[in-house]
């Protein structure tokens, strides 16, 4: 058994997921990481003390700058042959390049895994997390991708070898813009606190409350689908099936009712506290507190009373 | 240009599912069933294509079994072309799915492939990236924006960080986001005509690939219920419950 897993990063820094990422990996196996991309030598170093890390692999090339998938999945399947497992996290970069991948070696992926028993054998949801299936496989190569909400962080400490490797490939799309959210807020996927609010708040500029309660309790912000729909919220802020899947020690779900698609993203959360004018709202059927009020009342009092 | 839409029939997103008491699957059986979401989007993101000069023929296809005409003969009314149905019965894979939908562009040769991003059933959001993967094509998937320039596309796609533009040349793939477009409700007179437009019907078996399952699916199960919490009565209350819980985190 030997496992490689695709560290997740931006902007130079080795992203929270990767460790979520690791930790589990590690279960399989000794854990080859693997960071692509250009000018990526920070976040080597970080990637580099990482427990269960046995060392780091750097593909630091131009053609790897945008982590196209086509790069990405080229680099894996040259990297592929030693090893049992390739795993990376359900985000961005491992959903666009472990299927194409897969397609490339022939295999079929296990994506978005919740659970793992044993090196063959992992859980994943599907119908938005309304069913868990367990699957698993005879094939001699295993292509994971890991829902890192479902696991815990590998702890720090380690001091693994960086060795860099020849990236090899070449850039098809061309990376014309980015077009990023700017917050100093933690990042949502991972955040161990999530403030989330729905279209009842009216506009952006009233949205803003959820923020200013994520502020005060160091925590990220989440939208449901509808709010981000009608512009209160950026698309990266998005809970839900096909937004971001999450799975917080505390979910605080202000005027959010709990449709379908938004509790696919939350069933993760040990504790949700839900605010809403309606009682019989699903999520507050399910939340472990609630309080029925009128969120524009409670809100800027829930906020003054952090602050004391 | 020449555009395939690949589209699945799926239980409809807002039918609560039940998972079967042995584990074998979640009941569709009598379940209301309908196009998958994700490839409505699809569809309408190629129908607008056409109106905007940029389509000379949208093809429709769908896997699965014959009920799946349904999903054809609704983005026909939409306004795609022509329908292919390659009938399989039982679970096939993603895998399989992509090779059978390679072996269909071998034969229309389109210069765009649409798909929804995932299906809303398995959420395997595989099968684009697969495609792309088998014809060495470049894919820009998540796309809540796409731009005919030159004769390439200029698309948008949903990442983590927020937004990111590409630029693919053509032929390519691309999967559709919900941002992407709000597909339309096709009026009766269209419904009526999809049923005169062609609709060819194969089975899955004639194309000579090996659909067998690679992975073993041992069961499955609801997933761990959520019991119901207390009640608290004003923002006093609330205040003293989010405190708890923070000097509980702070504790771990």
Same mark, same amino acid.
């Given at each position: 058994?030997?496992?490689?897993v695709?560290a997740?990063?931006?902007?130079?820094?080795l992203?929270?997921a990767?460790?979520r990422?690791?930790?589990?990996?590690?279960?399989?196996?000794?854990?080859?990481l693997?960071?692509?991309?250009?000018g990526v030598s920070?976040v080597a170093? $970080?990637?580099?003390?990482?427990a269960g890390?046995?060392?780091?692999l750097?593909?630091?090339?131009?053609?790897?700058?945008?982590?196209?998938?086509?790069a990405v999945?080229?680099?894996?399947?040259?990297?592929?042959?030693p090893?049992?497992h390739i795993?990376?996290?359900?985000?961005?970069?491992?959903r666009?390049?472990?299927?194409?991948?897969?397609?490339k070696?022939?295999?079929?992926?296990v994506?978005?895994v919740v659970?793992?028993?044993?090196?063959?054998?992992f859980?994943r949801?599907i119908?938005a997390g309304n069913a868990i299936?367990?699957?698993?496989?005879?094939?001699?190569?295993?292509?994971?991708t890991?829902?890192?909400?479902?696991?815990?962080?590998?702890?720090?400490?380690?001091?693994a070898?960086?060795?860099?490797v020849?990236a090899?490939?070449?850039a098809?799309?061309r990376?014309l813009?980015?077009?990023?959210?700017?917050?100093?807020?933690?990042?949502?996927?991972?955040?161990?606190?999530?403030v989330?609010?729905?279209v009842?708040?009216?506009?952006? $500029?009233?949205f803003a409350?959820?923020?200013e309660?994520a502020?005060?309790?160091?925590?990220a912000?989440?939208?449901?689908?509808?709010?981000?729909?009608a512009?209160?919220?950026?698309?990266d802020?998005?809970?839900?099936q096909?937004?971001?899947i999450i799975?917080?020690?505390?979910?605080?779900a202000?005027?959010?009712?709990?449709?379908?698609?938004?509790?696919?993203?939350i069933?993760?959360?040990?504790k949700?506290?839900?605010?809403n004018?309606d009682? $019989?709202?699903?999520?507050?059927k399910?939340?472990?507190?609630?309080l029925?009020?009128?969120?524009? $009342?409670?809100?800027?009092?829930?906020?003054?009373g952090?602050?004391? | 240009?020449k555009?395939l839409?690949?589209?699945?029939?799926?239980v409809?997103?807002?039918?609560?599912v @039940?998972? @079967?008491?042995?584990?074998?699957g979640?009941?569709?059986?009598?379940?209301?069933?309908?196009m998958?979401?994700?490839d409505k989007h699809?569809?309408?993101?190629?129908?607008?294509?056409g109106?905007?000069?940029?389509a000379?023929e949208?093809?429709?296809v769908?896997?699965?079994?014959?009920?799946?005409?349904?999903?054809?003969?609704?983005?026909?009314?939409?306004g795609?072309?022509?329908?292919?149905l390659i009938e399989?019965?039982?679970?096939?894979e993603?895998?399989?799915?992509?090779?059978?939908?390679?072996?269909?562009?071998?034969?229309?040769?389109?210069?765009?492939?649409?798909?929804?991003?995932?299906?809303?059933d398995?959420?395997?959001?595989?099968?684009?990236?697969?495609?792309?993967?088998?014809?060495?094509?470049?894919?820009?998937?998540?796309?809540?924006?796409?731009r005919?320039?030159?004769?390439?596309?200029?698309v948008t @796609?949903?990442v983590?960080?927020?937004?990111?533009?590409?630029?693919?040349s053509?032929?390519?793939?691309v999967?559709?986001?919900?941002?992407?477009?709000?597909?339309?409700?096709?009026?009766?007179?269209?419904?009526?005509?999809?049923?005169?437009?062609?609709?060819?019907?194969?089975p899955?078996a004639?194309f000579?690939?090996?659909?067998?399952?690679?992975?073993?699916?041992?069961?499955?199960?609801?997933p761990a219920?959520?019991?119901?919490?207390h @009640?608290v009565a004003?923002?006093?209350?609330?205040t003293a419950?989010?405190?708890?819980?923070?000097?509980?985190l702070?504790?771990?």
């Amino acid at each position: 058994m030997a496992v490689l897993v695709l560290a997740e990063h931006d902007l130079g820094t080795l992203s929270a997921a990767t460790a979520r990422i690791v930790a589990a990996a590690e279960t399989l196996g000794p854990v080859d990481l693997l960071v692509a991309g250009q000018g990526v030598s920070s976040v080597a170093a $970080e990637a580099a003390k990482l427990a269960g890390v046995e060392k780091v692999l750097v593909a630091d090339s131009a053609a790897l700058a945008s982590l196209s998938p086509e790069a990405v999945a080229a680099l894996l399947a040259r990297l592929a042959e030693p090893y049992t497992h390739i795993v990376a996290a359900a985000a961005a970069t491992g959903r666009d390049a472990i299927p194409r991948l897969a397609a490339k070696l022939d295999l079929m992926p296990v994506t978005d895994v919740v659970a793992i028993h044993g090196p063959t054998r992992f859980d994943r949801p599907i119908y938005a997390g309304n069913a868990i299936e367990t699957v698993s496989s005879g094939q001699n190569k295993h292509l994971l991708t890991i829902r890192a909400s479902a696991f815990r962080p590998a702890v720090t400490g380690n001091d693994a070898p960086i060795h860099p490797v020849e990236a090899g490939v070449a850039a098809v799309a061309r990376f014309l813009a980015a077009h990023r959210t700017e917050s100093d807020l933690p990042e949502l996927s991972t955040a161990q606190i999530v403030v989330a609010g729905g279209v009842s708040f009216g506009s952006a $500029e009233k949205f803003a409350l959820v923020s200013e309660l994520a502020k005060v309790l160091g925590a990220a912000v989440g939208a449901t689908r509808a709010a981000v729909d009608a512009g209160y919220a950026p698309n990266d802020w998005q809970v839900g099936q096909t937004g971001k899947i999450i799975a917080p020690d505390l979910y605080i779900a202000i005027g959010i009712s709990g449709a379908l698609q938004h509790l696919a993203g939350i069933q993760g959360a040990k504790k949700i506290i839900a605010i809403n004018k309606d009682p $019989e709202a699903p999520l507050m059927k399910i939340a472990d507190i609630a309080l029925v009020g009128d969120l524009f $009342e409670v809100v800027p009092q829930l906020i003054a009373g952090l602050k004391r | 240009m020449k555009i395939l839409v690949a589209v699945k029939r799926v239980v409809d997103h807002a039918v609560r599912v @039940r998972v @079967r008491p042995d584990g074998s699957g979640v009941e569709t059986e009598n379940v209301r069933m309908s196009m998958n979401p994700f490839d409505k989007h699809a569809v309408e993101a190629a129908v607008q294509l056409g109106e905007a000069g940029h389509a000379s023929e949208i093809v429709v296809v769908s896997i699965g079994p014959k009920q799946s005409n349904d999903v054809i003969l609704t983005a026909l009314a939409m306004g795609a072309h022509r329908g292919i149905l390659i009938e399989a019965d039982g679970r096939v894979e993603t895998l399989a799915v992509a090779k059978l939908l390679r072996a269909v562009v071998a034969e229309e040769k389109p210069d765009l492939v649409l798909l929804g991003k995932q299906a809303v059933d398995d959420d395997s959001n595989q099968v684009g990236q697969m495609l792309a993967g088998l014809l060495s094509w470049p894919q820009a998937t998540f796309a809540s924006e796409i731009r005919v320039v030159g004769d390439g596309l200029e698309v948008t @796609r949903e990442v983590d960080y927020g937004r990111a533009t590409i630029g693919v040349s053509l032929p390519a793939i691309v999967t559709a986001d919900l941002r992407l477009n709000t597909p339309r409700n096709a009026a009766l007179p269209m419904v009526m005509k999809a049923r005169s437009k062609p609709l060819a019907v194969r089975p899955a078996a004639a194309f000579g690939i090996d659909l067998t399952p690679r992975l073993k699916l041992e069961k499955v199960s609801p997933p761990a219920e959520r019991v119901a919490g207390h @009640r608290v009565a004003d923002a006093a209350e609330l205040t003293a419950a989010v405190q708890s819980e923070l000097s509980e985190l702070e504790a771990l």
